[in-house]
């Protein structure tokens, strides 16, 4: 099969000044991990280019049964092979290895070439490398950027005609040193041409390492594309460069929601990885979402909350300190302040959740009220219910969770429990301080407390004079 574009994504290195626990290739970027990041946006460039005519390879080698795995899993409709570099001779080596391994990477018109540590990389940036290389004719172009401090990139020389070659650091004289236009390792090239010069580079420098960069020679039909703006290639290889990574990551997010008409008080100090954010919305400093949370439309989201993996609807309130995780809070609810809702609880609209108040597993319908200070696990509680201050559906019995069932339009006294599992019908009244053991039909009223004994002037037995 022929294919227009083939990308291989340079992944072997052990990452070792990141410190980490695992392969560089599977650090942790914005919930998800470095990799994800230049294999999403190839898949988006090849896709723009030739739908379902594309190969994607990665070249593995530290950790490499955990990054195939992790691939894998995640990309189930890709069409990706791996090569394995045993040996991380160098990045020109690297791709001989991806040439020698995997069969269909000669049958690629153009070979697009990435490493798994530039996770800004953007498709737009792909696509015009590709448009330049086809729109003048070329064999290769090499993706560049000027930087203050040049230290650590491959230097771009060009040439008084035409082409161009790269000195590496460790390679470069004083005068080429000073050079502020580096290379990103982002290439596109035309196979034939890579083929063509690939086998012949060698290891004579002083790292002994077989560059991929000597690809690149003066007398040779390639260009250096510079890009202003650098950070979408900036390389994490240390946690200070992944952190700063991930912030010019959410800096993006916040700008294309801002675009959206999201309002921020204070971007900076917010930690957002979804752009699911409607129209209207107001976002608080010290916020956090994840990636998998989706938020309507002109919702607000005060100080200090942190959301998981939840879908908030439309005029949806958070007020501060709140802590949800996989939760729905649907149209016009209000949660918080200091509230944690955890996995499985269900808002209904218009509902209210206060103060202290934890709900897990249950689904609240519409006009809810739970105010203060309350416990709720494995619960239905029917539209417009009142649970007072403090009541606990005692659901665990050490052994066993149970159920809670309350109808609609029921009342529930203060300080009131109900002993799971049990179920509680519409409009009942519940008097405060009860324990509620036994089921209740439609519209009874339950007390369970003793009788209130009261004694004339003996307090004074019971205080103590201080
Ligand atoms: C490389 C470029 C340099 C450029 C810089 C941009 C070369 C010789 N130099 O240098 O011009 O400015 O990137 O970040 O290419 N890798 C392998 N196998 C190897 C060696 C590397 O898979 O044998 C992978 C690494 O895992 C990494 C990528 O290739 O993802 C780049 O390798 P790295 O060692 O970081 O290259 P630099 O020294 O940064
Ligand atoms: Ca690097």
């Known amino acids: 099969m022929k294919y227009e574009v083939g990308t291989v994504i340079l992944s072997a290195g052990a990452g070792t000044r990141m410190n980490l626990n695992v392969p560089k290739p599977l650090a942790p970027f914005m919930g998800d991990c470095l990799v994800d990041y230049p294999l999403r946006a190839s898949v ?3 896709n723009t280019v030739a739908p379902s005519k594309n190969l994607i390879g990665l070249v593995t080698g530290h950790g490499r049964d955990l990054v195939e795995n992790y691939i894998n899993e995640n990309y189930k409709n890709e069409n990706i092979s791996y090569a394995f570099q045993k040996e991380q001779l160098g990045t020109a080596h690297a791709l001989r290895c991806y040439f020698d391994q995997i069969e269909d990477s000669k049958n690629c018109e153009y070979t697009m070439v990435l490493c798994a540590d530039t996770p800004l990389i953007e498709e737009a940036s792909l696509l015009h490398l590709y448009n330049e290389l086809k729109n003048k004719g070329l064999d290769g172009v090499a993706a560049t950027f000027s930087v203050s401090a040049p230290k650590g990139y491959g230097r771009i020389i060009r040439s008084e005609d035409k082409g161009f070659h790269i000195v590496e650091e460790k390679d470069a004289n004083e005068q080429e040193r000073r050079v502020q236009e580096v290379n990103s390792g982002v290439y596109v090239l035309k196979t034939s041409f890579i083929l063509e010069h690939l086998y012949s580079i060698d290891s004579e420098n002083k790292a002994g390492e077989f560059y991929l960069t000597d690809l690149f020679k003066d007398e040779f039909n390639v260009a250096p594309i510079l890009f202003d703006d650098a950070s979408s290639f900036l390389g994490v290889n240390n946690l200070e460069q992944l952190e700063k990574s991930e912030t010019i990551m959410r800096r993006r997010i916040a700008t294309a929601l801002r675009v959206k008409g999201v309002r921020f008080v ?16 107001f976002i608080h400093p010290y916020v956090n979402i994840d990636e998998k949370s989706e938020i309507g439309e002109n919702v607000t989201i005060e100080p200090g909350c942190i959301i998981i993996n939840s879908k908030i609807e439309d005029g949806a309130h958070v007020k501060a300190y709140s802590h949800l995780e996989e939760v729905v809070l649907r149209n016009s609810s209000v949660v918080g302040p200091y509230a944690r809702l955890r996995p499985g609880a269900d808002i209904g609209p ?10 897990k597993k249950s689904k609240l319908d519409r006009g809810v009220k739970v105010s203060h200070l309350s416990y709720v696990g494995d619960a239905e509680i029917g539209e417009e219910t009142n649970i007072g201050c403090g009541f606990i559906t005692c659901n665990y019995d050490g052994a066993n969770k149970h159920k809670t069932v309350i109808g609609k339009k029921s009342f529930i006294g203060s300080d009131s429990q109900t002993v799971a599992p049990v179920n509680i019908g519409d409009e009942c009244f519940v008097a405060s301080g009860s324990t509620v053991t036994h089921d209740m039909s439609d519209g009874s009223f339950a007390i369970s407390r003793t009788k209130q004994v009261t004694k004339e002037n003996m307090a004074k037995r019971f205080l103590k004079s201080k």
Do not use: L, P
């Open 266 to 281: 204070d971007a900076r100090h917010t930690y957002i990885n979804t752009q699911k954010i409607g129209r209207g919305s």
């Open 44 to 46: 988006a460039m090849m």
């Open 350 to 359: 218009e509902s209210k959740i206060g103060n202290f108040v934890e709900i």
